[in-house]
């Protein structure tokens, strides 16, 4: 059911934890009710140099927020925003329909956390 590579992420997931400066935050989710994510971002020259996240899901999510940070860290802002759920979901070999929306939270969720930074940094 689950790619080698997606167990590999979901087992040792990269990228976790927060950014306690971060220049952007997106949330995604509800804690109360399913999965729930939040991704943390550092921009430097136009660019994430950094990503972290952290989440309470299934170990679809967890992976596939995982694999999306190791694809977005070096991107300019506006090749991140091109980033999406079949990127993600190729990057891990596929996913199984039923949790082809794991890797539409990771995506939203940094979309979020790239309008944070625009609000928060736009001159």
Not at 28 to 40: E, H, K, Q, Y
Request: net charge negative.
């Amino acid at each position: 059911m689950y790619t080698e590579k997606l167990i590999e992420h979901f087992q040792n997931p990269k990228n976790v934890g927060e950014i306690e400066d971060a220049d952007g935050v997106g949330t995604v989710g509800d804690p109360a009710c399913g999965d729930f994510l939040r991704i943390f971002i550092k921009v430097r020259s136009g660019r994430l140099s950094e990503v972290k996240f952290m989440v309470y899901g299934c170990p679809a999510a967890i992976a596939t927020t995982s694999v999306l940070t190791e694809i977005a860290v070096g991107k300019t802002i506006d090749e991140a925003l091109k980033i999406t759920d079949v990127d993600i979901a190729v990057a891990l070999g596929g996913l199984p329909d039923p949790k082809m929306h794991c890797s539409n939270l990771g995506v939203l969720a940094l979309y979020r956390a790239i309008a944070d930074y625009r609000h928060r940094w736009k001159p």
